[in-house]
């Protein structure tokens, strides 16, 4: 039983049943926050929000209970030091946020305080990522990407401060108060280099036209820049996994 729980709550790689039933739980306690904020929702199933609510405290109170308690029996973690290291480790942390919203709910008579620790309930989210080996092995892909992942953002920067300056000479004086500054010439930047172009802002000048073409092109290019990075780390470190794998079956 010690084994399994161990396996569950600090094993990354193994899934138990009761990981399984966890998730669902975390799954469920997000939907149960997102409909809670349609009041005519939550006012007409109040007691059945409630009854939800309660029993997401309870399975959370238990499950950060027994990782404090089992914590003990992992070798980083043993000891008082390790105890205190385990508690202010970032997952320990986030369990505990888990748990706080929902005892400072019935203390709190104020609507906006109110309101907001309701929404911290949604950081319960975070813990599917606690002993989700998929989504483990997506996050050290962007670790493993960072310093392209910089150089893409520098290079994005240069082009929309570029843009930005070139569209503020074109079409400064013909649009004053679309592109007047080179600030207010960045928020068509933005959407044009992220291709969203919004509509609210565009350029009437033959050349103008010509350099959002260009920009638009290199918006392409920089928003598909970061996901080859990412997804080619991403196989790096699922083929180096599975190697690894059958190596320790052999």
């Known amino acids: 039983m010690l084994n399994y729980l161990k396996i569950t709550f600090f094993e990354e790689n193994n899934t138990t049943l009761l990981k399984r039933i966890i998730s669902f739980l975390i799954i469920l306690s997000l939907i149960v926050v997102v409909l809670e904020t349609e009041e005519t929702v939550s006012e007409k199933y109040k007691n059945i929000f409630n009854f939800f609510e309660n029993l997401f405290l309870l399975v959370f109170i238990l499950e950060y209970s ?9 070798s980083k ?24 919203p929902s005892l400072l709910m019935n203390f709190s008579s104020d609507f906006l305080l109110l309101r907001i ?14 002993d989700n080996p998929s989504i483990n092995l997506f996050f050290n892909a962007i670790y493993m990407s960072r310093f392209q ?21 074109l079409e400064g004086s013909i649009q004053p108060n679309e592109f007047g500054s080179i600030p207010r010439a960045m928020w068509w930047a933005i959407s044009t280099i992220t291709t ?38 991403f196989n790096t470190i699922h083929v180096e996994k599975k190697t690894n ?3 320790t079956k052999r």
């Open 245 to 247: 794998g059958n190596k």
């Open 77 to 100: 973690y043993r000891g008082f030091k390790g105890k205190i290291k385990y508690i202010f480790s970032f997952m320990a942390i986030i369990d505990l946020l888990a748990i706080i």
């Open 117 to 130: 620790i309701r929404l911290l309930r949604m950081l319960r989210i975070v813990k599917i990522l606690q």
């Open 66 to 74: 027994l990782r404090l308690i089992l914590s003990g029996h992992i």
């Open 149 to 169: 992942l910089y150089a893409s953002m520098a290079i994005t920067f240069i082009i929309l401060f570029l843009s930005s300056i070139f569209i503020y000479i």
């Open 196 to 233: 969203v172009g919004y509509g609210d802002v565009y350029p009437i000048t033959l050349m103008g036209k010509i350099l959002a073409g260009i920009v638009a092109i290199c918006g392409i290019g920089i928003i598909a820049m970061p996901a080859g990075i990412i997804s080619a780390n």
